[in-house]
């Protein structure tokens, strides 16, 4: 691949055209994510920044859940991973989330260690696909595996793209708002009240909360 072109302030067709054909070259169908994203690419890039930015935080919160049995917990947050992969078209991951979120709501916890580095390994490669879109997007994550990969050497991409524990952890996750609005949310959608969790997270995003806590909470609806 050539000398990735900067996309930012092109018109939105042209956008579109090139991160289409950009992402295909990684299986990341960036139109479905596009429509998903309310026709916007300033969404779609929005989204992809904070979902790639997010990738340590969520996967400390699956460790944790992990380590110590509470397949609940896992459910929940490994389905916030399918649901922010899905909605960028990104669906490797989300398939592979998505039987990780099966087998914990059946409890098989073995099966979600067995299978938790393949998980992290499909993880660390679309991210790294991810670096290079929003690279064009003038935001560059220095993602360790992007230049082997741009070089057309992919075989450095998965030892290179480590999911590391070293990013800064958002602000909102300890406030006591964020959490009860989480749980409120997790108990809408478990009582098969998506709509009203959805009515919720909007009225919260109304009332000016943090951005990133916004994108926590919708990344919980199926």
Request: with cysteine.
């Amino acid at each position: 691949m050539g000398e990735l072109e900067n996309l930012v302030g092109k018109p939105e067709e042209y956008i579109k055209e090139k991160s289409t054909k950009l992402l295909a070259e990684y299986d990341i169908n960036y139109p479905d994510g596009y429509v998903f994203c309310g026709n916007s690419n300033e969404a779609y890039c929005e989204i992809a920044d904070i979902f790639y930015d997010m990738r340590d935080e969520m996967k400390e919160q699956l460790l944790n859940s992990l380590d110590s049995g509470d397949m609940r917990g896992y459910s929940v947050n490994v389905h916030a991973l399918k649901s922010n992969a899905r909605s960028l078209g990104i669906k490797e991951l989300a398939d592979i989330a998505y039987s990780h979120e099966l087998k914990s709501k059946e409890g098989d916890v073995a099966y979600c260690r067995d299978n938790w580095d393949a998980l992290v390994e499909v993880w660390k490669r679309n991210m790294t696909y991810l670096s290079v879109y929003l690279k064009t997007m003038d935001i560059d994550k220095h993602d360790p595996g992007m230049a082997a990969l741009l070089s057309g050497d992919g075989s450095d991409v998965m030892q290179d793209t480590a999911v590391t524990d070293d990013s800064p952890v958002n602000s909102f996750e300890n406030d006591p708002n964020y959490l009860e609005a989480k749980a409120n949310i997790i108990s809408l959608i478990e009582s098969g009240m998506e709509d009203i969790a959805f009515d919720v997270i909007n009225d919260l995003a109304n009332e000016g909360q943090d951005q990133d806590m916004i994108a926590s909470l919708r990344s919980l609806l199926p």
